[in-house]
């Protein structure tokens, strides 16, 4: 890992309940990302939580978004609050920041990019669920904004395990550092 932190933040995203439930061994998962968790707070690297979710009727999701549009139904008598909580695994502390975006990338309808700024960040260090939804298209976006990369390949979880193969071994590399928590650590 870089020696200079300074520059560092993990972003740990998507680790809702709701979310989590649908992976068939969650609390394995959740387990190796709160260690993750922990070395950055040991070494003073923000730790930046990113959430999906919505305004109540959901005004944000368009009928042309297929994957958010499939959603809005399912969501339609859920708690937004209940929705957003975060795992107990993975609780932010009282100062971290919980950042709320609209669509896949953690970029997208959120003010992360003002966040990143205000710290000084240009590194990114990935965690999340799912490795084909938040962790893709953050990477592609953060790459596009010059920031630099690590991804941590277990930290990311998909309910595909071909896809999350696929992603963490042939196309991150592309634009990040890809290394397990351990290797991080």
């Known amino acids: 890992m870089n020696s200079n932190n300074s520059n560092t933040a993990l972003l740990v995203m998507d680790m809702q309940t709701a979310i989590l439930k649908r992976l068939p061994d969650a609390g394995a998962f959740t387990d190796k990302v709160a260690k993750a968790i922990s070395h950055a707070r040991k070494l003073n690297i923000p730790v930046l939580y990113v959430v999906v979710g919505f305004r109540a009727g959901m005004p944000e999701i368009s009928s042309n978004n297929k994957s958010f549009s499939a959603s809005k139904e399912q969501l339609t008598n859920v708690s937004m609050e209940e929705w957003k909580r975060i795992d107990s695994a993975v609780l932010p502390l009282e100062h971290e920041i919980v950042i709320t975006k609209r669509r896949f990338s953690a970029f997208t309808g959120s003010d992360l990019e003002v966040v990143l700024r205000g710290l000084g960040i240009e590194h990114l260090v990935l965690t999340g669920i799912s490795t084909g939804g938040v962790v893709l298209?953050?990477?592609?976006?953060?790459?596009?904004?010059d920031y630099r990369l690590t991804?941590?390949?277990?930290?990311?979880?998909?309910?595909?395990?071909?896809?999350?193969r696929v992603l963490t071994t042939k196309i991150f590399p592309r634009q990040a550092e890809v290394m397990t928590i351990e290797e991080w650590i």
């Open 137 to 145: 298209s953050t990477v592609r976006e953060a790459a596009d904004k």
């Open 151 to 164: 991804v941590l390949s277990d930290g990311c979880a998909d309910i595909d395990p071909e896809v999350h």
